[in-house]
C-alpha cells in the first residue's frame, strides 16, 4: 500500500463501501476498518466476498452434512443423522427383515474430498451390514456439498440420501 495510486483506489473503494451501507452498519465498518489488518477484509465483506479465512474457519461456509439423509438404496431404506461434526446416528431399514440402527457412531470428514469415514471397527456397524450380505468395507459415503446429499456406495453400487427424503 506504500504506492499512491493503491491508497487512492483503497480509499475511494472505503469511501464507496462506507457511502453504501445504512447508518447504522457505519460505525461498525469504521471500527472494522480502523486496524491495518482488518481494512482488506473488510472491503472483502463489504464486497459481499467471504474471507478465505472464514472459510476455513466458519462451520458454516466450509461444513460437512448435518441433520438428516434418507434414501433408498438396494432394497433398503438408509438414514443417517449427522448429530455433529464427530457423531451420526445411523440406520437401515430393509424391506424384508429387522431395522438395524447404530447410535452415536463415531466419523470423520474431509471437507477437500467430501469422504465421511464411519469407524468400520463398531461392532454395530459390522452387524448391521454383515445382515444385508455385505460388509462394512465395501461401503462408501460422500458428501456432495455443493448440492447437500451423501453418496452411498455399496460394493459398486451408488444411491443418493437427500435431507428432502426424511
Known sequence: ???????????????????????????????????RKTIPTALIVGLG???????????????????????????????????????????????????????QEAYSYDDATGKIQLNNKSDCLKLAWRKQGNEPEEVRYQYMKGFNYVKLTVSLVSSELHPENC
Open 49 to 103: 466476498l467471504t474471507p478465505r479465512a472464514a472459510m476455513a474457519t466458519d462451520g458454516a461456509v466450509a461444513a460437512g452434512p448435518k441433520g438428516k439423509y434418507c434414501g433408498q438404496a438396494g432394497g433398503l431404506r438408509m438414514k443417517l443423522d449427522f448429530t455433529d461434526s464427530s457423531k451420526v446416528d445411523f440406520s437401515i431399514n430393509p424391506y424384508t427383515g429387522s431395522q438395524s440402527s447404530c447410535l
Open 1 to 35: 500500500m506504500g504506492r499512491p495510486g493503491s491508497v487512492a483506489v483503497v480509499g475511494l473503494v472505503a469511501v464507496m463501501l462506507y457511502m453504501s451501507f445504512d447508518t447504522s452498519s457505519r460505525f461498525a465498518f469504521i471500527v472494522q476498518a480502523a486496524s
